[in-house]
């Protein structure tokens, strides 16, 4: 398949997908609305109330908010992750001492955290801030700490023979390593960091696409809901992309899945 | 040994060296017993044996990889108790730098030592060029295949210009074709400046031909050294024309004759490996 005949399906299955939406909330079937406006809006109205939103401006302000709480999330979170890794995979007595308690936390539903994070941290931008680095530190943790676990033995004998000292092995052997495991789950710890970022306002905030979701569910506005979701989705795909573009640049030596040698 | 018996030390002296491993239940292997070796400077010498011998071990011993658990290895006359780096070491398995390209993975030996970056990459430039892989100094590792991986390996090693070369079957991954090629190669960057060379292989015809002492292990465990032939060949040698030499042939026979019970002890301990 190449790629515009794919791109064509791609956009025959949201044409459907609306189409069908939109018949069945307007044009009663067999005497009925298979679905009732009331729970599922229609296209139409949902399209409406994001060009509203767009055009007054509004949606600026929520967008950047969580847009910063994400970001903020992603950064603490990753250098907190590098960090802890490193210690942890060069020193395996304090990993194993901290296993359990790791592993317990890790565990834990953060969605709970949440009301704890507000009740210490307020309702500004810094308890979803928080709430995202517990999502977005342990997936960097895990891997960072595996990327220097998976060091190739033959790899690191080869540049002990080079005459690499501790402090070279840590650049140019673990620190590339690390940051490789890293990078192949970016796209993981930064989607995290939004679902962080989301569930937080969600659950009590000023501002933000969450808080402009949960408004609109607390007057029964499903075309907001709607709205709101599609928004959020749309963000979501563009920090992603971005997310690829980092991503190709700085794994570049790495042989793609589907890469055959030159 | 005393100054008038040779006023050079051995570039790798191996005197009753024992190496014991010791194994996840608690058990102890005995890889290798009582191995004496020496090689002198300039001197080109491979050793062969059966597979699982402990000739890789062995290797491991003389890099400073691994200690003995008794005997003693010295490198010039020096006791080794650390990693041993005058030596450039050439592993069977890839072990060049994935993150980094050709001519980053040959220029970081210098690097490391301290030489500037820009000049540390003049000379990679040469040592690329020199192992035939100048215009692939901007591919990483992936994108290369296992022959030019080991040129840029043995460009990696040779750059350092370190006095002993360890080579631990490093062509054992190529096919045939390749194998005389690197061959040859290695002996051509080899005849520059003749460093010691323990080469460790399976390939008796290879050992032959590119070395000029071929020393036989017995299968383990506890493996011996248990044979030692000069080989007497002119330099300089093409491996592929030197294979019909009549002393070649000879050699070959007289060596593979004991090798063979060796082989095949290897073999039943192994299960056929």
Redesign the interface.
């Known amino acids: 398949m190449n790629r515009s005949t794919l791109l064509a399906l791609q956009i025959l299955v949201a044409v459907i997908g609306l189409a069908l939406w939109h018949v069945l909330t307007t044009y009663p079937i067999f005497g009925r609305l298979l679905l009732p406006p009331f729970f599922f809006s229609n296209p139409v109205e949902v399209a409406q109330q994001v060009v509203k939103w767009f055009s007054t401006g509004v949606i600026w302000k929520h967008l950047w908010v969580t847009l910063v709480e994400s970001v903020l999330a992603f950064v603490i979170g990753s250098i907190g992750g590098v960090f802890v890794g490193f210690w942890f995979a060069r020193q395996p007595r304090t990993a194993a001492v901290f296993d359990p308690y790791v592993k317990m936390i890790n565990a834990l539903p953060r969605v709970v955290l949440a009301p704890i994070f507000t009740l210490w941290l307020g309702l500004g931008i810094w308890s979803k801030v928080a709430l995202g680095v517990t999502l977005v530190f342990f997936i960097v943790f895990f891997n960072v700490y595996q990327g220097i676990k998976e060091v190739?033995p033959?790899?690191l004998?080869?540049?002990?023979?080079?005459?690499?000292?501790e402090r070279?092995l840590m650049r140019?052997?673990y620190w590339?390593?690390a940051l490789?495991w890293m990078f192949s789950s970016l796209h993981t710890s930064v989607g995290f960091a939004v679902v962080g970022a989301v569930v937080g306002e969600y659950l009590g905030a000023p501002a933000g696409l969450g808080y402009l979701i949960q408004q609109a569910e607390g007057v029964f506005d499903v075309a907001g809901v709607f709205a709101g979701m599609f928004v959020l989705a749309a963000f979501v795909i563009v920090i992603d992309t971005l997310v690829t573009v980092v991503e190709r640049r700085l794994l570049?030596?790495?042989?793609l899945a589907s890469e055959s040698?030159? | 040994m005393a100054p008038e018996a040779g006023n050079k030390a051995q570039a790798i002296s191996l005197k009753g060296v024992d190496v014991v491993f010791r194994l996840a239940d608690g058990g102890r292997y005995r890889a290798v017993e009582k191995a004496t070796l020496d090689v002198a400077d300039s001197e080109f010498v491979a050793i062969v044996g059966p597979t699982g011998c402990g000739k890789s071990t062995l290797l491991n011993i003389a890099?400073g990889?691994i200690q003995p658990a008794a005997g003693s290895a010295s490198i010039y006359g020096a006791p080794l108790s650390d990693?041993n780096?005058q030596?450039?070491?050439l592993?069977q398995?890839?072990?060049?730098?994935?993150?980094?390209?050709a001519l980053d993975n040959v220029a970081?030996?210098l690097e490391?030592?301290g030489m500037a970056p820009a000049q540390a990459k003049a000379k990679s430039r040469e040592w690329l060029t020199r192992v035939g892989l100048g215009a692939f100094a901007d591919r990483?590792?992936?994108?290369l295949?296992g022959g030019q991986r080991k040129r840029v390996g043995l460009a990696?090693?040779l750059i350092?210009d370190p006095k002993i070369l360890l080579m631990d079957e490093p062509f054992g991954p190529l096919d045939a074709q390749t194998r005389q090629i690197m061959g040859n190669l290695l002996l051509d960057l080899w005849s520059a400046d003749r460093k010691a060379v323990l080469f460790v292989t399976h390939d008796l015809e290879e050992a032959i031909a590119l070395s000029d002492r071929v020393v036989i292990m017995s299968a383990g465990p506890a493996a011996r050294i248990i044979g030692d032939w000069k080989v007497p060949l002119a330099r300089p040698r093409d491996i592929a024309e030197i294979k019909l030499d009549r002393s070649f042939v000879e050699l070959h026979h007289e060596i593979w004759s004991k090798l063979k019970d060796e082989v095949m002890k290897g073999y039943a301990q192994t299960g056929g490996g």
Not at chain 1, 157 to 165: D, I, Y
């Open positions: 190739s033959t790899v004998a080869n540049a002990r023979m080079l005459g690499m000292n070279q140019h052997v590339p390593s490789s570049i030596w790495r042989p040698r030159p | 890099a990889l990693l780096l030596a450039g070491y592993f398995a890839d072990a060049l730098f994935p993150w980094k390209t970081i030996g490391i030592a990483y590792p992936h994108m295949s990696q090693v350092r």
